[in-house]
């Protein structure tokens, strides 16, 4: 194979997908990983891109490759750029609350791995994903500009979760929707372990398993999926998720190539926004078992205004909470660490003890 000029890596070890790539197949890292399909005259990539195999995630991964292709000439050439395809616990777990099979991480701990192993170059990350504490050896110093952050409602017999009648069934695997949702619709029930990706929980709201769902409209418009949506929950009525629409990349630390690469792609208003909203989740120790909200937004006068909340997976009890500031990383971070030690005094022992997922 031709290598591009100034081709580097701080890893010497020759990649395991160039090892096992068939000529015209698919090849496989530690039977978790697939590489796009390769042609004879494919070159060696200057970036291997580490994604999860969803429609979504590919979605964003292309998403990435595309800017980076249009920002650096260098990467518009043909097979400059590769996708890598990494199954994860959570793809390959689908019969459990993710929960009970070990909570954050299920989405990224693969592609971590991999791009530790210098199997990819870059992770692309759905941030919601991503633990708050990164793996050794690994930094995330860029976010893409972040999507809509909203809910949407999707039913095909009600035009809005108010028009639900008593006793329908909402199907969600978060414990953040649902617990918002019965604690303003307690006559509502809520299916959980609805689990897949967009298309499979269309699908099972198709085939009549629930009467109405609720996903995040950022996964919607980048699938170019939105005329499934019937309306569209405001901030108030449903507090998004930590770092909802937002898209995280990641390489190893000491891969200067690289960081620089995605650097210039870094939107700095959503990674002040997603820095606050991750250190309350951080100051919370938030994970798959606690339905937490917080969102971080710049207002008409450029301030930041911080919304957080916790609740009993139940919904019988929530906890809100705002911050207002300076639209600036200390301050950021500081908003978010202040607003979760406040709820974590006002909910007191206990209030954390029962488990569900985000």
Do not use: W
Request: net charge neutral; hydrophobic share 40%; glycine share 8%.
């Amino acid at each position: 194979m031709e290598a591009f000029s100034g081709f580097s890596s701080p890893c010497l070890k020759t990649p395991g997908f160039l090892r096992n790539t068939r000529k015209h197949g698919v090849g496989i890292i530690r039977a978790s990983v697939a590489v796009e399909q390769q042609t004879e005259k494919t070159k060696v990539a200057l970036i291997r891109i580490g994604t999860r195999g969803s429609p979504l995630a590919l979605a964003q991964a292309y998403e990435t490759r595309d800017k980076l292709m249009a920002t650096h000439s260098e990467l518009a050439e043909e097979g400059a750029i590769q996708i890598v395809i990494i199954k994860t616990t959570g793809d390959k777990i689908l019969s459990q609350p993710l929960a009970d099979i070990g909570g954050k991480g299920l989405f990224t701990k693969e592609i971590d791995e991999a791009l530790i192993n210098c199997e990819i170059d870059i992770a692309v990350h759905s941030m919601k994903d991503v633990p708050t504490y990164l793996p050794e050896k690994t930094i995330l110093p860029c976010n893409l500009q972040r999507e809509d952050v909203r809910d949407a409602f999707i039913s095909l017999s009600a035009a809005s979760v108010a028009d639900l009648p008593a006793g329908s069934t909402v199907g969600t695997a978060s414990l953040r929707r649902k617990s918002q949702l019965l604690h303003k619709y307690p006559s509502l029930n809520v299916l959980e372990n609805f689990r897949g990706n967009v298309q499979t929980r269309l699908r099972k709201l198709n085939e009549g398993a629930v009467q109405a769902t609720l996903l995040a409209l950022a996964g919607l418009k980048r699938l170019n999926m939105t005329e499934n949506v019937t309306s569209i929950l405001s901030t108030d009525e449903m507090l998004p998720a930590v770092a909802q629409g937002a898209i995280g990349i990641a390489c190893r630390s000491n891969d200067d190539k690289m960081a620089n690469y995605i650097a210039s792609l870094n939107h700095e208003e959503t990674r002040l926004a997603v820095a606050s909203e991750r250190a309350f989740l951080e100051t919370l120790d938030g994970s798959c078992r606690t339905p937490i909200a917080g969102y971080a937004y710049k207002d008409e006068d450029g301030n930041c205004i911080f919304k957080g909340l916790v609740a009993s997976p139940d919904g019988t009890r929530v906890l809100e909470t705002s911050r207002k500031g300076l639209y600036a990383h200390e301050d950021m971070v500081m908003m978010g660490k202040d607003a979760g030690k406040e709820l974590l005094s006002r909910a007191g022992p206990g209030f954390f003890d029962q488990a569900g997922t985000l």
